[in-house]
T-cell receptor, first 112, second 113 residues
């Protein structure tokens, strides 16, 4: 089983739609979770951290389910500019920048 | 505010050639690292450094060398390029070793023929 698994997509959605991605992780001791965004042929950029209580940043909501070992990203009112690949990132304890496992990414295409 | 600067953006090598990918950051970050990204695989850590003079291996270090003589610079050397090293390479840094928020350079697309 991969340490971090994501549905590669692509998810093709119309502008204005709500879309959700899930990511599962295998290490139950993981404590830090992130979503990064990567535009085509560009570098990954941190979108948001994922907290145990869930967190929201504008149209983006991240949730963590420790019991089932998955995290999710919900995007409301999708914009064309949201088209990108979304990378799920999980730490391997004890943590630190060198202890991150990246998923392969979920591709989102928002269409008119 | 340059952030993390990587050069070159593109490079084509012949099998057996050597080269150095440059990475510099101007944020006074303690932690720097190199990743490679291949289709169908997540980013994989090649080497990392927790400070000047300190380097360590990541998941896929074979065929690569690094050094960290200054806080700002972290070059990646390919000793004898192989087709299996065809990939996109990213340099990344973070404020400290325990800080998992990474800032990435714009990447280097390397082809080894």
């Amino acid at each position: 089983r991969k340490e971090v698994e994501q549905d590669p997509g692509p998810f093709n959605v119309p502008e204005g739609a709500t879309v959700a991605f899930n990511c599962t992780y295998s290490n139950s001791a993981s404590q830090s979770f992130f979503w990064y965004r990567q535009d085509c042929r560009k570098e990954p950029k941190l979108l948001m951290s994922v907290y145990s209580s869930g967190n929201e940043d504008g149209r983006f909501t991240a949730q963590l389910n420790r019991a089932s070992q998955y995290i999710s990203l919900l995007i409301r009112d999708s914009k064309l500019s949201d088209s990108a690949t979304y990378l799920c990132v999980v730490n391997r304890p004890p943590g630190g920048g060198n202890k991150l496992t990246f998923g392969t990414g979920t591709q989102l295409k928002v269409e008119l | 505010n340059a952030g993390v600067t990587q050069t070159p953006k593109f490079q084509v090598l012949k099998t057996g050639q050597s080269m150095t990918l440059q990475c510099a950051q101007d944020m006074n970050h303690e932690y720097m690292s190199w990743y490679r990204q291949d289709p169908g695989m997540g980013l994989r850590l090649i080497h990392y450094s927790v400070g000047a003079g300190i380097t360590d291996q990541g998941e896929v270090p074979n065929g690569y060398n690094v050094s960290r003589s200054t806080t700002e610079d972290f070059p990646l050397r390919l000793l004898s390029a192989a087709p299996s090293q065809t990939s996109v390479y990213f340099c990344a840094s973070s404020y400290s070793t325990g800080n998992e928020k990474l800032f990435f350079g714009s990447g280097t697309q390397l082809s080894v023929l």
